[in-house]
């Protein structure tokens, strides 16, 4: 994981207050995690990282998009991405990640990798039903779309009238009906 180097952020040398990360996330940095459910990737991440005397604030901000392809039709769309993660990072005895929201990292640590953070942030603002718009609005003119419409129960069919039907199922109908 030497790649994710970059997103290491040594706090022993940052003095107490207020600091500011930025990273441009891509298809690469999910490569590093062996997860290719996207497409294409164009994420910005703005870190504050708040350095408290006796423990850490960080605050996440995800903006961008990912290319995605729809459950629906299999058709490749760009899924906004717009979400928050709050983390507070404390000193302890050993090393405990049970809470989301808090960290707990020895007392002779002098820097944190926010990768996993990142990833999990992502992740998690992907829907878990990834529908195209163009299908909620009904624009998308695709040929898997065309043909589910084709191929789906219409009124048409539900409803057979009394002539398409055979009149011997009529006659068992009178044996329902007789008591």
């Not at 960080?58 to 299999?74: E, M, P, Q, R, W």
């Not at 999990?120 to 589910?148: A, C, M, N, W, Y």
């Amino acid at each position: 994981m030497k790649a994710l180097k970059s997103y290491t952020i040594p706090f022993v040398g940052l003095k107490v207050g207020e600091h500011h990360f930025d990273y441009q996330i891509d298809n690469t940095f999910f490569q590093h995690f062996e997860y290719d459910e996207f497409n294409a990737v164009d994420v910005k991440i703005d870190l504050k990282f708040e350095k408290k005397t006796t423990f850490l604030e960080l605050h996440f901000s995800a903006k961008g998009t990912v290319n995605v392809n729809c459950d629906i039709t299999n058709e490749p769309y760009d899924q906004t991405i717009d979400d928050h993660l709050n983390l507070v990072v404390k000193f302890g005895d050993e090393y405990n990640d049970d809470n989301e929201a808090i960290l707990i990292v020895p007392h002779g640590e002098y820097e944190i990798n926010v990768a996993q953070y990142i990833y999990e942030l992502i992740i998690l603002s992907v829907p878990i039903k990834r529908v195209h718009p163009g299908i909620e609005d009904g624009t998308l003119q695709s040929e898997i779309f065309s043909k589910l419409e084709e191929l789906s129960p219409n009124e048409d069919n539900k409803t057979k009238s009394s002539e398409d039907i055979d009149p011997r199922w009529n006659n068992l109908k009178k044996l329902l009906t007789d008591k």
